[in-house]
């Protein structure tokens, strides 16, 4: 079992990944997309309009996401195809829960998160520290999309800058303290006798994913 110290370094590093995230999807998608005239949306679940309602838009976007689909995701479907490899586990699964937000934007930020969550379940064996970063990122994204008004955008910049530059922070320090830090992004090999392209080409023919693969494509262009 992990030390609380190891636990916080995880965690660390899980929001440093959502930090590069979020940087890949506002610098590198959406002027991409920008350039070739295409403005790009994501979902929004509007503004409360009261403290009540503030609290229920926390649960519903912060706790029952990270609980429902890290179990769906990490728990379930990652650990039923690690037995064709880590990697492929981790990489498949990225891409099916990117392609659950349903839009280009959130597909590219879950996918990438994906990695990164489905890389420190493997590495740790724990989802309740994937749990925690998922939790911890939705609740931070909740709370800066329903910052009061009031607050000038100014302050508002400095005060994710000042996030921001923590998460980075904890973040280069979990990978500095990491054990055996030169081991860290390495999997296993895989017993399984089929090759790594094989196997995708398994995966993403079947005709469940591909099913859901056209639903998730046709619900990604109403954001256009």
């Not at 403005?39 to 009540?52: I, K, Q």
């Not at 709370?143 to 800058?161: G, L």
Request: aromatic share 14%; charged share 10%; with cysteine.
């Amino acid at each position: 079992s992990l030390r609380p110290g190891q636990m916080a370094l995880w965690v660390s590093f899980g929001m440093l990944c959502c930090v590069g995230a979020n940087f890949a999807v506002t610098f590198g998608v959406i002027p991409l997309f920008k350039a070739f005239g295409y403005g790009l949306t994501s979902n929004s679940a509007g503004d409360p309009t009261s403290v009540f309602a503030c609290v229920i838009a926390l649960i519903g976007t912060a706790i029952v996401p990270a609980i429902c689909e890290e179990f769906a995701m990490r728990c379930c479907c990652v650990q039923l195809l690690r037995k064709y490899g880590n990697g492929f586990a981790v990489l498949s699964i990225s891409i099916v829960f990117g392609l659950l937000h349903g839009n280009v934007i959130q597909f590219v930020f879950a996918f990438l998160v994906g990695l990164a969550l489905g890389f420190i379940v493997v590495k740790t064996n724990s989802l309740l520290l994937a749990m925690a970063v998922h939790a911890t990122n939705n609740f931070v994204s909740v709370i800066f999309d329903f910052m009061p008004s009031s607050i000038p955008q100014t302050a508002q910049n400095i005060i994710y800058s000042v996030f921001l530059f923590i998460c980075l922070t904890l973040g280069i320090l979990a990978l500095a303290l990491s054990e055996n830090s030169k081991e860290l992004f390495k999997f296993e090999k895989s017993n399984c006798e089929s090759e790594l392209k094989q196997r995708f080409k398994w995966f993403f023919t079947s005709p469940v994913i591909i099913i859901f693969i056209i639903i998730c494509i046709v619900e990604s262009l109403v954001y256009f």
